[in-house]
């Protein structure tokens, strides 16, 4: 039986099988990319994996799926899309396609470098809660509002309408995230990719509420659960790896919180 707030060692699909119909109120996770990195030689059927996330979403819940593409003799895979468009078909609604621009990544191919990764945003029925993170500096901070429209020739234009409220000096960040990636040995954790702590910050913060069930059914090194805890939110994680969730019961143990039940 699982039970909340604990790392399994299984297959992630022998897990969320055993999760009750609509009961998950936010995935974060990544697969495996292709062929580019070493995962223990894990393999996944990624097709029942997006019908058993699908099942186990709550209604107005969210998937949040970082991905990559390899390329394979010359030519980028474009997995990162099949897999959006089968989420689709599934009935999952591809709610947005967000990017994850690399702020450091080392050089070393004969092309422009891969400076992002996607994080495709899949939502089961309108998204029941979105805390959108507002740190983008206002140019117009402090002066007056006016309300605005596009023409016909592209051109923005301000309205003859008046509005009292100031423009505040933040405002709610675009959908490309600017994130240093783990490259040290030492956020790495023995895990050849794992999540920046940020990252899954925001997305548990702009996605989910205190009180909520977080998931990640490939949890590695176990940042996901990790962030969970800190943030209030109950998680659950699932790994192959024996090692791995070795790794993350020892950063959850280090973290030193209370457990959220």
Same mark, same amino acid.
């Given at each position: 039986?699982? %039970?909340? &707030?604990?790392?399994?060692?299984?297959?992630?699909?022998?897990?969320?099988?055993?999760?009750?119909? #609509?009961?998950?109120?936010?995935?974060?996770?990544?697969?495996? !990319?292709?062929?580019?990195?070493?995962?223990?030689? !894990?393999?996944?059927?990624? $097709?029942?994996?997006?019908?058993?996330?699908?099942?186990?979403?709550?209604?107005?819940?969210?998937?949040?799926?970082?991905?990559?593409?390899?390329?394979?003799?010359? =030519?980028?895979?474009?997995?990162?899309?099949?897999?959006?468009?089968?989420?689709?078909?599934?009935?999952?609604?591809?709610?947005?396609?967000?990017?994850?621009?690399?702020?450091? *990544?080392?050089?070393?191919? #004969?092309?422009?470098?891969?400076?992002?990764?996607?994080?495709?945003?899949? =939502?089961?029925?309108?998204?029941?809660?979105?805390?959108?993170?507002?740190?983008?500096?206002?140019?117009?901070?402090?002066?007056?509002?006016?309300? @605005? !429209?596009?023409?016909?020739?592209?051109?923005?234009?301000?309205? @003859?309408?008046? #509005?009292?409220?100031?423009?505040?000096?933040?405002?709610?960040?675009? #959908?490309?995230?600017?994130?240093? /990636?783990?490259?040290?040995?030492?956020?790495? !954790?023995?895990? /050849?990719? /794992?999540?920046?702590? $940020?990252?899954?910050?925001?997305?548990?913060? =702009?996605?989910? &509420? $205190?009180?909520?069930?977080?998931?990640?059914?490939?949890?590695? =090194?176990?940042?996901?659960?990790? *962030?969970?805890?800190?943030?209030?939110?109950?998680?659950?994680?699932?790994? @192959?790896?024996?090692?791995?969730?070795?790794?993350?019961?020892?950063?959850?143990? %280090?973290?030193?919180?209370?457990?959220?039940?």
């Amino acid at each position: 039986m699982i %039970q909340l &707030n604990k790392i399994y060692c299984m297959d992630c699909l022998e897990g969320m099988k055993q999760l009750d119909d #609509n009961s998950v109120d936010l995935t974060v996770t990544s697969p495996p !990319y292709d062929n580019l990195r070493d995962y223990k030689g !894990y393999t996944f059927n990624f $097709e029942a994996i997006a019908k058993e996330l699908f099942r186990i979403t709550k209604q107005g819940g969210v998937v949040v799926w970082v991905v990559g593409d390899a390329t394979i003799d010359g =030519s980028e895979t474009g997995t990162s899309f099949r897999q959006a468009l089968y989420f689709k078909e599934v009935g999952f609604n591809l709610h947005d396609t967000m990017m994850w621009c690399k702020t450091k *990544m080392p050089q070393n191919h #004969n092309r422009y470098e891969q400076g992002f990764e996607y994080m495709v945003i899949l =939502s089961k029925g309108k998204p029941k809660s979105f805390n959108g993170i507002k740190d983008k500096t206002n140019t117009e901070a402090g002066a007056t509002a006016h309300a @605005s !429209y596009r023409d016909k020739d592209g051109i923005v234009k301000k309205t @003859s309408s008046f #509005n009292k409220t100031k423009i505040a000096e933040f405002g709610l960040r675009t #959908n490309v995230w600017f994130i240093t /990636p783990c490259l040290s040995k030492d956020n790495r !954790y023995g895990h /050849p990719a /794992p999540f920046p702590e $940020e990252l899954v910050k925001d997305h548990i913060l =702009s996605w989910s &509420n $205190e009180g909520d069930l977080v998931l990640d059914p490939m949890c590695g =090194s176990g940042t996901t659960c990790k *962030m969970t805890k800190q943030l209030g939110r109950n998680f659950i994680g699932i790994d @192959s790896s024996e090692e791995y969730c070795k790794i993350a019961n020892k950063r959850l143990e %280090q973290d030193k919180l209370t457990k959220f039940a």
